[in-house]
């Protein structure tokens, strides 16, 4: 700050105007001076703020740039951690594959060497084969030919087997017994026949067949049956319908109706069916009621030519 302690003292003891002026122009220089001198002090430090300001702002956008790769820095290695443990998980995976694999291998070994030794069993069993039975090894279990478990070869024990069914099974009684039964049956006859010593031969038993599918299919096609309802039948009346046959027949057939009813009514005895007029197309149905009451039966009549 400017001393103008002077100027004040020569204000105070100034007698004439000019040692007024004198003092003013001394006090205004250094108020001046001192005014210049702050301005320029001023300037400084504004260049100084913004300076500082801009530094400042720098250092902050280098702050941010630091955040932002720290970030992605972070999220790079979460990233790899994640893959990191899909690769452990894989890895892991594998060894168990792996470890599988290798006991699969080590059983898929020892079949094989499993194989290998029952092929070697039947090649020591097949030494010698010379493409006959005598040749080929074979074990006695029921010591047909030899002590039980002893070696013997296949055609012995064939021989053995064959003499012990020859002689133990053939020879059995019962089995005797039972093949005579067998043997008195051995007529075989081509017509009908009673006798407890015969058999009808297959091509009759197919002839009686054919014989009774024909008399079957003959039956059916001379035959045919109805019942016919919804009758009225008035009291003391006689009353005819008109009965058709399906089909006509080849020839006039026999008719046979009787009454069909559920009825516990006792009068029904009063009523009789009447089969009249028969030719190959139909036939007349009356129904005569000998009581006063009105009756409702059905009647079932059944055609068959003979």
Do not use: C
């Not at 133990?168 to 089995?175: G, H, I, K, R």
């Not at 007529?187 to 079957?216: C, F, G, H």
């Not at 069916?273 to 009647?299: H, M, Q």
């Amino acid at each position: 700050m400017a001393d103008i302690s002077k100027e004040i003292n020569d204000f105070r003891a100034a007698v004439y105007g000019r040692d007024v002026r004198e003092s003013m122009i001394s006090l205004a220089e250094k108020v001046n001076d001192e005014v210049e001198t702050n301005t320029t002090h001023v300037d400084e430090a504004v260049t100084t703020a913004n300076g500082a300001s801009q530094k400042a702002t720098k250092a902050s956008e280098e702050v941010q740039k630091a955040i932002t790769e720290a970030n992605t820095t972070l999220q790079a290695a979460n990233a790899a951690k994640v893959s990191a443990q899909a690769s452990a998980t894989a890895s892991a995976g594998s060894a168990s594959a792996a470890a599988d694999s290798a006991s699969a291998a080590s059983g898929s070994a020892a079949d094989a060497a499993a194989s290998a030794k029952a092929a070697e069993d039947i090649a020591a069993g097949m030494g010698g084969f010379d493409g006959t039975a005598t040749s080929v090894k074979a074990t006695d279990t029921q010591g047909l030919v030899v002590a039980a478990g002893a070696d013997s070869n296949a055609q012995a024990l064939l021989d053995a087997l064959a003499r012990k069914v020859a002689l133990e099974l053939v020879s059995n009684t019962a089995l005797t017994t039972k093949l005579a039964d067998y043997l008195k049956k051995t007529a075989i006859v081509q017509v009908e026949s009673t006798a407890a010593n015969t058999v009808p031969s297959s091509a009759y038993l197919k002839q009686v067949k054919d014989s009774i599918d024909s008399n079957l299919e003959e039956l059916s096609e001379n035959t045919q049956a109805g019942t016919k309802t919804g009758i009225s039948a008035k009291g003391n009346s006689v009353v005819e319908y008109d009965i058709m046959f399906d089909k006509r027949f080849p020839k006039i057939p026999e008719v046979v109706a009787t009454l069909h009813s559920g009825t516990t009514n006792p009068n029904y005895g009063y009523l009789a069916p009447i089969v009249w007029d028969v030719t190959t197309t139909g036939f007349k149905l009356r129904i005569a009621n000998a009581y006063s009451e009105t009756f409702a039966p059905d009647v079932t009549w059944i055609a068959v030519v003979k």
